[in-house]
Protein backbone atom coordinates (compact mmCIF):
# COMPACT_ATOMS: atom_id res chain seq x y z
CA UNK A 1 0.00 0.00 0.00
CA UNK A 2 1.30 3.31 -1.09
CA UNK A 3 1.59 6.26 0.94
CA UNK A 4 -0.77 8.91 1.08
CA UNK A 5 0.52 12.38 0.17
CA UNK A 6 0.42 15.42 2.26
CA UNK A 7 -2.24 17.24 0.05
CA UNK A 8 -1.49 20.65 2.05
CA UNK A 9 2.04 20.46 0.76
CA UNK A 10 1.17 18.46 -2.62
CA UNK A 11 -0.59 21.52 -3.74
CA UNK A 12 0.89 24.41 -1.54
CA UNK A 13 3.29 25.63 -4.92
CA UNK A 14 -0.19 26.31 -6.58
CA UNK A 15 -1.84 27.68 -3.40
CA UNK A 16 1.20 29.96 -2.65
CA UNK A 17 0.56 32.47 -5.43
CA UNK A 18 -3.32 32.94 -4.59
CA UNK A 19 -3.97 36.06 -2.22
CA UNK A 20 -4.54 34.59 1.57
CA UNK A 21 -7.98 35.73 2.01
CA UNK A 22 -9.18 34.29 -1.65
CA UNK A 23 -7.22 30.68 -0.61
CA UNK A 24 -10.69 29.45 0.54
CA UNK A 25 -12.25 29.93 -2.40
CA UNK A 26 -9.07 28.38 -4.41
CA UNK A 27 -9.70 25.15 -2.23
CA UNK A 28 -13.61 25.74 -2.87
CA UNK A 29 -12.83 25.12 -6.81
CA UNK A 30 -10.18 22.23 -5.68
CA UNK A 31 -13.43 20.34 -3.90
CA UNK A 32 -15.01 20.94 -7.09
CA UNK A 33 -12.44 18.98 -8.87
CA UNK A 34 -12.94 16.41 -6.07
CA UNK A 35 -16.45 16.30 -7.06
CA UNK A 36 -15.03 15.44 -11.38
CA UNK A 37 -13.09 12.88 -9.52
CA UNK A 38 -16.28 10.68 -7.90
CA UNK A 39 -17.78 11.03 -10.61
CA UNK A 40 -15.38 9.73 -12.86
CA UNK A 41 -14.99 6.75 -10.35
CA UNK A 42 -19.11 6.03 -10.52
CA UNK A 43 -18.92 5.93 -14.46
CA UNK A 44 -16.15 3.51 -13.73
CA UNK A 45 -17.83 1.66 -11.11
CA UNK A 46 -21.65 1.38 -11.56
CA UNK A 47 -22.33 -0.97 -8.32
CA UNK A 48 -20.94 1.79 -6.36
CA UNK A 49 -22.12 4.94 -8.09
CA UNK A 50 -24.85 6.41 -5.62
CA UNK A 51 -22.42 6.76 -2.63
CA UNK A 52 -19.71 8.12 -4.99
CA UNK A 53 -22.11 10.49 -6.78
CA UNK A 54 -23.48 11.22 -3.07
CA UNK A 55 -19.75 12.08 -1.85
CA UNK A 56 -19.83 14.17 -5.63
CA UNK A 57 -22.95 16.12 -4.43
CA UNK A 58 -21.14 16.81 -0.71
CA UNK A 59 -17.98 18.23 -2.52
CA UNK A 60 -19.99 20.57 -4.53
CA UNK A 61 -21.70 21.39 -1.65
CA UNK A 62 -18.90 22.09 0.60
CA UNK A 63 -17.64 24.59 -2.45
CA UNK A 64 -21.17 26.46 -2.45
CA UNK A 65 -20.60 26.81 1.53
CA UNK A 66 -17.29 28.13 0.95
CA UNK A 67 -18.21 30.45 -1.86
CA UNK A 68 -20.92 31.91 -0.13
CA UNK A 69 -19.02 32.66 2.80
CA UNK A 70 -15.67 33.45 1.62
CA UNK A 71 -15.97 34.16 -2.03
CA UNK A 72 -12.93 35.79 -3.83
CA UNK A 73 -12.48 39.26 -5.95
CA UNK A 74 -12.83 39.09 -9.61
CA UNK A 75 -8.73 39.73 -9.48
CA UNK A 76 -8.50 36.93 -7.15
CA UNK A 77 -10.23 34.56 -9.29
CA UNK A 78 -8.14 35.23 -12.23
CA UNK A 79 -5.52 34.07 -10.32
CA UNK A 80 -7.16 31.24 -9.02
CA UNK A 81 -8.37 29.95 -12.69
CA UNK A 82 -4.89 30.10 -13.79
CA UNK A 83 -3.45 28.06 -11.18
CA UNK A 84 -6.38 25.21 -11.26
CA UNK A 85 -5.52 23.39 -14.22
CA UNK A 86 -1.96 22.80 -12.85
CA UNK A 87 -3.47 21.36 -9.06
CA UNK A 88 -6.24 19.44 -10.48
CA UNK A 89 -3.68 17.93 -12.69
CA UNK A 90 -0.96 17.08 -9.66
CA UNK A 91 -4.19 16.05 -7.67
CA UNK A 92 -5.18 13.70 -10.40
CA UNK A 93 -1.40 12.07 -10.52
CA UNK A 94 -1.93 10.60 -7.11
CA UNK A 95 -3.87 8.09 -8.16
CA UNK A 96 -2.73 7.27 -11.71
CA UNK A 97 -2.05 3.81 -12.42
CA UNK A 98 -3.31 2.99 -9.23
CA UNK A 99 -6.36 0.15 -8.77
CA UNK A 100 -9.39 1.20 -7.35
CA UNK A 101 -9.24 0.22 -4.13
CA UNK A 102 -6.22 2.21 -3.07
CA UNK A 103 -7.35 5.07 -4.97
CA UNK A 104 -10.62 5.48 -2.46
CA UNK A 105 -8.30 4.91 0.16
CA UNK A 106 -5.72 7.72 -0.56
CA UNK A 107 -8.95 9.97 -1.21
CA UNK A 108 -10.29 8.77 2.38
CA UNK A 109 -7.39 9.93 3.43
CA UNK A 110 -7.45 13.41 1.49
CA UNK A 111 -10.99 13.82 2.70
CA UNK A 112 -9.76 13.92 6.27
CA UNK A 113 -7.16 16.15 5.56
CA UNK A 114 -9.77 18.33 4.12
CA UNK A 115 -11.61 18.04 7.46
CA UNK A 116 -8.28 19.20 9.69
CA UNK A 117 -7.81 21.72 6.70
CA UNK A 118 -11.63 23.58 7.14
CA UNK A 119 -11.12 23.50 10.71
CA UNK A 120 -8.17 25.24 11.00
CA UNK A 121 -9.31 28.24 8.38
CA UNK A 122 -12.36 28.40 10.60
CA UNK A 123 -9.97 28.88 13.81
CA UNK A 124 -7.72 31.46 11.93
CA UNK A 125 -10.80 33.61 10.87
CA UNK A 126 -12.43 34.43 14.14
CA UNK A 127 -15.89 34.75 12.63
CA UNK A 128 -18.36 32.16 14.46
CA UNK A 129 -20.74 32.03 11.38
CA UNK A 130 -17.92 31.54 8.59
CA UNK A 131 -16.85 29.23 11.11
CA UNK A 132 -20.08 27.32 11.55
CA UNK A 133 -19.96 26.29 7.59
CA UNK A 134 -16.33 25.37 7.70
CA UNK A 135 -17.09 23.01 10.19
CA UNK A 136 -19.93 21.99 8.49
CA UNK A 137 -17.89 21.29 5.22
CA UNK A 138 -15.57 19.56 7.52
CA UNK A 139 -18.56 17.11 8.42
CA UNK A 140 -19.35 17.00 4.78
CA UNK A 141 -15.36 15.54 4.10
CA UNK A 142 -15.80 13.32 7.03
CA UNK A 143 -19.04 11.81 6.12
CA UNK A 144 -17.27 11.06 2.28
CA UNK A 145 -14.07 9.61 3.87
CA UNK A 146 -16.51 7.04 6.63
CA UNK A 147 -18.17 6.04 2.75
CA UNK A 148 -15.41 5.22 1.50
CA UNK A 149 -13.51 3.59 4.59
CA UNK A 150 -16.17 1.51 4.42
CA UNK A 151 -16.22 0.47 0.88
CA UNK A 152 -12.52 -0.65 1.16
CA UNK A 153 -13.05 -2.35 4.07
CA UNK A 154 -16.44 -4.25 2.76
CA UNK A 155 -14.52 -7.90 1.07
CA UNK A 156 -17.54 -7.79 -0.80
CA UNK A 157 -16.87 -4.29 -2.25
CA UNK A 158 -16.08 -4.67 -6.11
CA UNK A 159 -12.84 -2.51 -6.07
CA UNK A 160 -10.41 -5.30 -7.30
Not at 38 to 44: E, K, P, S
Not at 76 to 102: C, T
Not at 121 to 129: F, K, P, R, S, V
Not at 130 to 158: K, N, T
Amino acid sequence: MSDTPDFARLLGPFIEPIPEAARPAFLARLERTAAERYRLWAGQAATLAEGLLACAAREDEIADRVEQVLGADAAAREKIESSLGAARDSYYAVFAGKPLREQLRIQADAERQGANAWRLIAATLGDAAVAEQLEACAGLEEQSAAHLEGLISDPASPLD
